[in-house]
């Protein structure tokens, strides 16, 4: 209600789908944004309203997609919006208004994932950790479009089906659901002995504590299996903030000249000196 006029650079939307992805209050903190109400739903795809006369991009009745600013003082599930030109992009005609903003954040974090941290391309190898998951589908169907050999984990049977019905098909899912198989055996085994050249881990076990909480967590490989299964050059991609390496891990890493790259998909929108890069994953 009672929407403040349109600035210069302001795009005016008319929501139609807006995705509710979890707020990541602690990075907020941490940046000093940390406000007593948080906006949410910041992924919106919808209809250009009006558009402020500084604009450029874009027309009314434009179809667009984008995710809303960390400091946003809107929440992506009003009717209308206001939102700076800078964090759209327009919608293709085929994906639905669901999808488009269902989608983007993952396929952000995974575009950032294989094309800036770690340069995906034909013929390496990439494993994608809990491939089942949203993230996870979208890793694989990049990394194959880009033609390289996709393993993935499952820590269900239900994951394990799905990743087995993907097409094109994944070259080996690994069924971690168990926990007796071991995943850095099975990379090796399917690479030859050589090793994976991408890794993108869904969080890793630091410790071998055995107060674990939760059952998944206890599923997750060991940092020292990651290290194992990382052929010579690798680039291991961790969502993992608090990654602890010791001196032994790190030297591992030294022999194989392997890179550690973190994952924070919140980057781009925290240097606007890379705004044209952003845009153009979006």
């Known amino acids: ?144 479009h880009r033609g390289a050999k996709v393993i993935s984990t499952a820590y269900s049977l239900e994951d394990k089906q799905y990743l087995e019905r993907l097409r094109p098909p994944v070259a080996r899912v690994i069924d971690a659901s168990s926990g007796k198989l071991d995943v850095a055996e099975s990379c090796l085994e399917e690479t030859g002995g050589l090793g994976v050249d991408i890794v993108l881990d869904a969080g890793v076990k630091l410790y071998s504590a055995e107060d674990e909480s939760t059952s998944k967590s206890q599923l997750l490989p060991h940092k020292h299996d990651i290290i194992t299964l990382l052929g010579v050059g690798g680039h291991w991609i961790t969502s993992e903030r608090n990654l602890q390496l010791d001196p032994p891990d790190s030297h591992s890493l030294f022999l194989k000249g392997a890179t550690v790259s973190f994952l924070n998909d919140e980057i781009w929108n925290l240097s606007n000196i890379q705004q044209g890069k952003y845009l153009y994953i979006l």
């Open 1 to 144: 209600e009672n929407l403040p006029p349109t600035r210069d650079n302001d795009v005016k939307i008319q929501v139609r789908a807006c995705a509710l992805s979890w707020i990541d209050t602690k990075l907020l903190s941490e940046i000093k944004l940390e406000k007593e109400l948080l906006p949410i739903g910041r992924e919106i795809s919808g209809v250009v309203l009006e558009v402020g006369r500084k604009v450029t991009f874009f027309q009314p009745d434009d179809e667009v997609v984008g995710i809303l600013p960390l400091d946003s003082e809107e929440s992506g599930v009003c009717e209308v919006i206001l939102v700076h030109e800078h964090y759209l992009v327009g919608k293709p005609e085929k994906v639905c208004w669901v999808e488009a903003a269902g989608t983007i954040r993952d396929g952000v974090r995974a575009y950032t994932a294989l094309h800036y941290l770690s340069q995906v391309s034909p013929g390496k190898t990439v494993l994608v950790m809990d491939g089942a998951s949203p993230f996870g589908t979208i890793a694989i169907q990049l990394a194959q």
